[in-house]
């Protein structure tokens, strides 16, 4: 049995609705994570972003990460990592302190046998400044690439060359703070992407079966991404083959809302 695999990113809960009134932001991180809630997944990888503010009130963080423990309650090893909306950090809270629960505070990986399966799951914090010249030397700290596994996979907040955004599609190409995605090691088995909120799929230039895959938000949290669907991406990997993946649209996204 393959690894059943469930990626989102950018839920902002506590965002304020662009469109007036208070979005769905909540609403639809528990509509994404529903799968995980009925048993359906193994794993659940969030790419960054889960609350809005750097400073959550407490009770939008509580929302936030008891989302992900009815997750983990319900048997998938959940494993998310800091945006730069958290800056780079979430604020401790005991509802993140579960065993299925893994956060990647700091460069590191994360390894789980999951339906008879190694997995490895490497990533870092969201990094603000001279991604192009730290690159390298988070996924070494991470433990990229001696401590890879059967599957692997990179968790990241960050812009990749190629990502587009906006109605008008402006599309990323150099800067220090975009990595160009033939650095993404090929050997990986899936890139799940955070920090983008347009969901998009990149092609790696030398890896064709390895899916560069923006979730993209939730909900919409700037006009810019009025016209988006938005939603999550599930999907299944095992070693030896291209993972599978499908991203659903989440109802109840509508724009403007309230
Ligand atoms: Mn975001």
Request: proline share 9%.
């Amino acid at each position: 049995m393959p690894i059943r695999f469930l990626h989102l990113a950018d839920s902002h809960v506590g965002a304020r609705h662009p469109g007036g009134g208070a979005g769905s932001y909540l609403a639809n991180l528990r509509a994404a994570l529903a799968p995980a809630r009925r048993g359906e997944v193994d794993l659940v990888l969030h790419a960054g972003d889960l609350v809005h503010r750097s400073r959550p009130l407490p009770r939008r963080l509580a929302e936030g990460a008891a989302a992900l423990l009815e997750a983990a309650e319900c048997g998938a090893d959940v494993v998310l990592l800091p945006g730069n909306h958290e800056r780079s950090l979430l604020p401790a809270t005991l509802l993140l302190a579960h065993r299925r629960i893994h956060l990647l505070d700091r460069p590191r990986r994360v390894v789980l046998r999951l339906s008879g399966i190694d997995v490895a799951v490497f990533g870092f914090p969201f990094v603000r400044q001279d991604l192009r010249g730290r690159f390298e030397g988070c996924l070494a700290a991470a433990g990229w690439p001696r401590d890879r596994a059967a599957v692997n996979v990179l968790l990241l907040h960050q812009t990749l060359d190629g990502a587009r955004v906006g109605p008008s599609g402006h599309t990323f190409r150099g800067g220090p703070d975009v990595i160009p995605r033939a650095w993404i090691p090929a050997s990986f088995d899936y890139a799940a992407l955070g920090h983008i909120h347009r969901h998009q799929i990149l092609r790696h230039p030398e890896a064709p079966d390895l899916p560069l895959v923006y979730a993209g938000s939730t909900e919409r949290t700037s006009r810019a991404e009025r016209f988006e669907a938005k939603g999550f991406v599930t999907g299944t990997l095992e070693p030896g083959s291209p993972p599978g993946y499908l991203f659903t649209v989440l109802p109840g996204a509508a724009y403007p809302s309230g």
